[in-house]
C-alpha cells in the first residue's frame, strides 16, 4: 500500500494519507458465487422471454418461408458439437487450474476460446446466408423472433469469448492467485449456462421447427 506524508505548517510529518491501494480487497468467494448466481437468474428471465416470444410467434410466417425451408441442420449440428466441447474443454482447464498448472489452464482456456470462435463463425454464416436470400428478421414475425433468441445467445457467446481472453492475460500476469481462480469460476458458470440455453434453442427453434 502506497502513502504519502502531508507536511503541516510546522514542517513536521503530519497524519499519513493513504492514495491507493495496491492489492485487490479480500471478497467472500461465497458472496461473489451468490451475487454470480443471481445475474444468472436474470439472464434466464431475458431468454426465457424470448423463448416465449418464440412459441407465441414461431408459425407466423406470413407466407414466407418455414423452419423447414431454412434451417440447415448439419450446419446446426456441427455448431452444436463446436459448443458442447467447448464446455468439456473449459472443464479440463478447470481441472488444470485446481492442480496449479498454469500452462495446462492457459492451453485449456485457448482451445474453449477456439471452440467459441466457430460456434460463432456458424452462426454468422447462417445470418449472412439467411438475410442473403431474404429471410432476414424484417420478413416474418417468425423469423424476428428466431433473429433475436438465436442472435442474443450469439452475444453472450461473444461477451463470453471476450471475458476468457481478458482472463487469460489476467493469468498470465498474475498467475493462478485467488482472485483469478475466483473469476474463472465465474465464467465456467456462465459458459456452461450457454451451453444448456443453446440445447433449448437447438430443441425447441432448430428441431422442431424443422418438422413444423
Known amino acids: 500500500m502506497a502513502t504519502a506524508s502531508a507536511i503541516s505548517a510546522s514542517g513536521k510529518p503530519d497524519e499519513e494519507l493513504k492514495f491507493y ?32 416470444c418464440f412459441g407465441v410467434y414461431g408459425r407466423s410466417y406470413a407466407a414466407g418461408p ?21 464446455s468439456i474443454t473449459y472443464g479440463m482447464a478447470m481441472l488444470a487450474m485446481e492442480k496449479g498448472a498454469k500452462g495446462a489452464t492457459l492451453a485449456w482456456l485457448a482451445v474453449t476460446g477456439v471452440f467459441g470462435l466457430g460456434f460463432l463463425g456458424a ?13 432476414g428478421p424484417q420478413r416474418s414475425a417468425f423469423l424476428s423472433s ?26 498470465v500476469t498474475h498467475g493462478l492467485m485467488p482472485e483469478n481462480k475466483r473469476r474463472l469460476l465465474c465464467l465456467s ?9 443453446w440445447i433449448g434453442v437447438f430443441s ?7 418438422l413444423a
Do not use: R
Open 21 to 52: 491501494v495496491a492489492e485487490e480487497e479480500g471478497h467472500a468467494e461465497g458472496g461473489t458465487l451468490l451475487g454470480f448466481w443471481l445475474y444468472l437468474m436474470s439472464d434466464c428471465l431475458i431468454f426465457a422471454v424470448l423463448f416465449a
Open 66 to 86: 418455414s423452419g423447414a425451408d431454412l434451417f440447415d441442420l448439419d450446419l446446426v449440428a456441427l455448431s452444436t458439437a463446436l459448443l458442447l466441447v467447448s
Open 123 to 135: 452462426t454468422a454464416y447462417e445470418f449472412h446466408h439467411l438475410i442473403e436470400i431474404g429471410a
Open 146 to 171: 428466431f433473429f433475436a433468441l438465436v442472435g442474443t445467445h450469439a452475444l453472450h457467446v461473444a461477451f463470453g469469448a471476450l471475458w476468457l481472453v481478458v482472463l487469460m492475460v489476467q493469468v
Open 189 to 197: 458458470m456462465f459458459w456452461h449456462f450457454l451451453d444448456v440455453v
Open 204 to 210: 425447441f427453434v432448430y428441431l422442431m421447427g424443422s
